[in-house]
T-cell receptor, first 112, second 119 residues
């Protein structure tokens, strides 16, 4: 199985400051169709997860442009340019290239 | 607008069975793979199973293989998850999602359906 490793596990951030989360996969996520199925989700306390970014860098509908995704192969990053209070919660990366689909362990973002 | 409405969750004893349903609308159901994802309390999401639109390709997580069966009724735009030999570790909120690669999962949606396995 492809192991998805996120870091850090916990990320205290200051409002208005940038934040960055790393996600590394144990195998390349480049699919045979040429796409890289690396997805980012955000889960606020008490809510269902919500899709943020799909295929590395494509923001889902309604996602603010302060969120951006980058990376290739096995190394990916989610960046928040200026953290807002509503950005707290847990962020998960997930790969949709290989079976079984696998998620990272999550990064908890909290305000300092 | 894609809508996915899960139902069928509840409290069941260890070793028991349950059938989850997911009513889909807003897209051509038969054209898409469908997937079940679950999230245990305090844990991250876990992929459970995916089924192709024509039902000829099915995958299961090792944790549920041999106990869970995914199926679909394309005439009724409905996805099912038949769960047998339930264990405490199957306790989770179960979500149905369209597609199997994740890029369409967890859009604006409801709360899934909670399955609690306990005596």
């Amino acid at each position: 199985d492809v192991v998805m490793t996120q870091s850090p596990l916990s990320l205290p951030v200051t409002l208005g400051q940038p934040a960055s989360i790393s996600c590394r996969s144990s195998q390349s996520l480049v699919s045979s169709d040429g796409n890289t199925y690396l997805i980012w989700f955000h889960q606020r306390p008490g809510q269902s997860p919500r899709r943020l970014i799909e295929r590395v860098s494509n923001r889902a509908s309604g996602v603010p442009d302060r969120f951006s995704g980058s990376g290739s192969g096995t190394d990916f990053t989610l960046k928040i340019s200026r953290v807002e209070a509503e950005d707290v919660g847990v962020y998960y990366c997930m790969q949709g290239t290989h079976w079984p689909r696998t998620f990272g362990g999550g990064t908890k973002v909290e305000i300092k | 607008e894609v809508q996915l409405l899960e139902s069928g969750g509840g409290l069941v004893q260890p070793g028991g069975s349950l059938r989850l349903s997911c009513a889909a609308s807003g897209f051509i159901f038969s054209n898409y793979d469908m997937t079940w994802v679950r999230q245990a309390p305090g844990k991250g999401p876990e992929w459970v199973s995916s089924i192709s639109g024509s039902t000829d390709i099915i995958y299961y997580a090792d944790s549920v293989k041999g106990r869970f069966t995914v199926s679909r009724d394309n005439s009724k735009n409905t996805l099912f998850l038949h769960m047998n030999s339930l264990r405490a570790e199957d306790t989770a909120v179960y979500y149905c999602e369209w597609g199997s690669r994740g890029q369409s999962w967890f859009g604006p949606r409801g709360q899934g359906t909670l399955v609690t396995v306990s005596s």
